[in-house]
Each structure stands twice: as structure tokens, then as C-alpha cells.
């Protein structure tokens, strides 16, 4: 009996260090920046320790010829307000979610899950900047508001305290909204708190004015009319920005809310995808978001989707996969995620088709490793 229960024992420590030690073998690498094909990824707790042709160790070998890795993706605009939308992430290689607005205790519940495989890492913009009866104080909780530039200085340490990861504002004039010197004052002062700023905005003129405020990034693309060429211009030679435009969300609320035709909302899509397409062209970096549990989307994938519009909207497929890994880790300073590279996070996908060839493969996600531990994708 003794003897059984010590075998029993060999087996299941076994399995635990076959997991924290292991060689994906002859498999096509996306780092996070470009392709190398037929390479070896030698994975030892929870860190990338090496990525050659051959390696050479004791540590289990799971053959990827023929197949793809990349790194874990992310979220960049989500709204999860319960533990359950970081499982439904992580289970479809979503291994981070970037919270644009939310309650700030329930947030730093769920910011303590980031360590175990069932949840994604969630970082968070607590509540976001918006104006007394603007958008974002209609969901049932209640939210501080900014009525003048000098609010800046109490709402943003407030964040700090809080233990935000970055700073969220929101211009929407369907609503009240905050001015635009307000919108400076906030982006001036989180700034000198070393926070990123993302600001919500829905009209081209707004787009204009917190980019050249100096707003990080946009978290939508604006939806009314085209940026002109000069505007874009004297933007992307001053400013150094990037958009996450939820085009999928952006898709999905012209019929769910606005009522649209399908002809009309196939407009919409049209002019969008070309506002994302000259975005490209000057070089902005397009990051994924999704936007849920807007428009009934899910926090897992769902993303997919986000990514196969962006590609049809005419940027390279590498470049839609920077932007749902890498771009998202440099622009939000997550730290040693969105690469696979030697001394980063294990946070690794194995697909069995390559999505560079057809974007539409990021569906084959057959296995997930979270920091060199398996999570099971969700069949
Ligand atoms: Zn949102």
C-alpha cells in the first residue's frame, strides 16, 4: 500500500514538473515581432528561457512542427464586473483584460485572481473621468464626476490610491461632457503620476482634441466623419498615439441599439475599416478591444472577431497580431508579456494553423500556457 501510494505520488509530481519544464519543438514562432520558422521554445517555470533552432534538455518535448505559437493575447477595453470574465478570457488565450471603467472594490478583488490559470490578469481604470450626469454614471453605481480643470488634481490621486493601472476619460456629448480643458488638466496630471491616459470619444473633433492634449490612445475609433488628411497629418507627425477602434462593438450597436439597416450599418463598417486603413498607413498602432459586455459580447472569443475585421480593413495580419500582444504590452507597460522571447512570462498560445496566412486560424488555438501552466481552452 505504502509502495502504491508512493508510485501514485511519482506519477502526479511527474506531471507537475513535465508542466513547469517543457520544449515546444520545430514549431513557426510569432515573438511578438516577427516570424522566425522551424524553432524550438524551451519553457522552465514559468519563464521563456531560451528560443533556438535545437535545444538540447531533459524537459518533456511536445512536437510543433506544422504548427504556430504566439504570445497569450489581450483585451485592451473591457468592462468585467465579476471573476467569470476572466475564466471565459483565459480559456480562449486571452490572458489580459484591460478594464475601462468599473467599481473600484470589486477591481481589486479580481486584480488579486492574476497568478491562477482559471482567471485572465485584469488591469484596471477604476471608475473613468466623466462629467455630473455624463456617460458612464447610468450604470447603477455610483461614480465621481469633474466639473472644472482643477478637479484633476483630487481625481487622479484618488485613482493612484486606488491602485489603478491606468487612467480612463470619457468625451461623449450624447450626454453631458467634460470639457476639454478638463480632459488636459486630467491627462497633465496622471502624466506626472506615470499613468497611461485612454479617453473615450465617439466624434472626430473630440479624436483631434485629447491626441493633441496628449492622450495616449483612443479606446474607440470615432464614428460621425472622416479625420482629414491635414489633421491626421500634423497628429501622427507631433503626436506619438495609438487606437483601439472596437470595431466589432462599433458593428454590433449600429443594429442592437441605434436600430440600423443592414445597409446602413454595412455603411458604417465600410467607413470605419478605411478610417483604420489610413490610421495604418500613418503608422498608428491599431490595438484589439471588444468593448464587452457591450452589444453582447463575450470576454473571450469574441476577440477573434475584432481581429478578423481589423484584418479586413487592410492591415497585415502580423501587424493585427502585434496588436493583440505586443502593442498592448509596450503602449499599457504591462511588463515582460506580449513576447515570446528569452526572460518573458510564459504566456504562450499553440495553434494548429498559422493566422499570418489567414487570420481566420486564431480559431485554432489547441493549447494555453499562463506563465508555463496549462489551461484547458474551452471546446
Ligand atoms: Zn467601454
Known amino acids: 500500500m505504502k509502495t502504491l501510494l508512493h508510485l501514485i505520488l511519482v506519477f502526479f509530481v511527474g506531471i507537475l514538473s513535465a508542466q513547469e519544464s517543457f520544449v515546444i519543438k520545430d514549431v513557426t514562432l510569432f515573438t511578438g515581432e516577427k516570424v522566425i520558422k522551424k524553432t524550438s521554445v524551451y519553457i522552465k517555470d514559468g519563464i521563456i528561457v531560451k528560443v533556438a533552432p535545437t535545444i538540447s534538455t531533459e524537459a518533456t518535448v511536445i512536437n510543433g512542427n506544422g504548427k504556430f505559437l504566439m504570445p497569450g493575447m ?27 471603467h468599473g467599481v473600484e472594490p470589486y477591481q481589486k478583488m479580481m486584480k488579486s485572481l492574476k497568478d491562477s490559470t482559471d482567471y485572465a490578469r485584469f488591469y484596471v481604470a477604476g471608475y473613468a473621468a466623466t462629467a455630473p450626469e455624463g456617460h458612464g454614471t447610468q450604470y447603477g453605481f455610483p461614480v465621481p464626476t469633474l466639473t ?8 487622479v490621486e484618488d ?10 476619460i470619457i468625451v461623449e456629448p450624447w450626454k453631458p461632457t467634460l470639457s476639454h480643458e478638463i480632459v488636459k488638466a486630467i491627462i497633465k ?31 474607440h475609433i470615432w464614428t460621425d466623419k472622416r479625420m482629414k488628411d491635414d489633421l491626421l497629418t500634423e497628429l501622427t507627425n507631433n503626436k506619438d ?20 439597416s443592414d445597409e446602413e450599418t454595412a455603411k458604417v463598417e465600410q467607413f470605419l475599416k478605411k478610417e483604420i486603413k489610413r490610421l495604418y498607413d500613418a503608422k498608428v498602432p491599431i490595438l484589439t478591444g471588444t468593448d464587452p459586455p457591450n452589444a453582447n459580447i463575450n470576454h473571450g472569443t469574441d476577440l477573434y472577431k475584432e481581429l478578423i475585421l481589423i484584418s479586413e480593413a487592410g492591415v497585415p495580419n502580423l501587424e493585427v497580431l502585434k496588436g493583440a500582444t505586443s502593442y498592448p504590452a509596450d503602449r499599457f507597460n504591462l511588463g515582460k508579456i506580449g513576447y515570446v522571447k528569452e ?37
Not at 464586473?81 to 489580459?96: F, K, R, Y
Not at 498615439?241 to 440600423?260: A, C, E, G, R, S
Not at 526572460?343 to 493549447?367: F, H, M, R, V
Open 189 to 219: 496630471e496622471a502624466h506626472q503620476k506615470n499613468k497611461k491616459v485612454v479617453v473615450h470619444i465617439s466624434k472626430v473633433e473630440d479624436a483631434y482634441q485629447v491626441l493633441n492634449n496628449n492622450a495616449d490612445g483612443l479606446v
Open 241 to 260: 498615439f495609438f487606437v483601439i477602434p472596437t470595431l466589432l462593438t462599433n458593428i454590433l450597436v449600429q443594429k442592437l441599439y441605434f436600430k440600423k
Open 74 to 100: 489581450t483585451n485592451c477595453h473591457v468592462h468585467a464586473w465579476a471573476p467569470n470574465a476572466l475564466t471565459e478570457a483565459a480559456q480562449a488565450g486571452v490572458l489580459n483584460l484591460l478594464d475601462m
Open 159 to 168: 485613482r493612484v490610491n486606488a491602485n489603478v493601472d491606468h487612467i480612463k
Open 148 to 155: 472644472k480643470p482643477e478637479d484633476a488634481v483630487k481625481f
Open 343 to 379: 526572460g518573458y512570462i510564459a504566456d504562450i498560445l499553440l495553434l494548429s494553423k498559422n493566422p499570418i496566412e489567414d487570420i481566420k486560424n486564431i480559431e485554432t488555438i489547441e493549447s494555453i500556457w499562463k506563465a508555463g501552466k496549462e489551461i484547458q481552452p474551452k471546446k
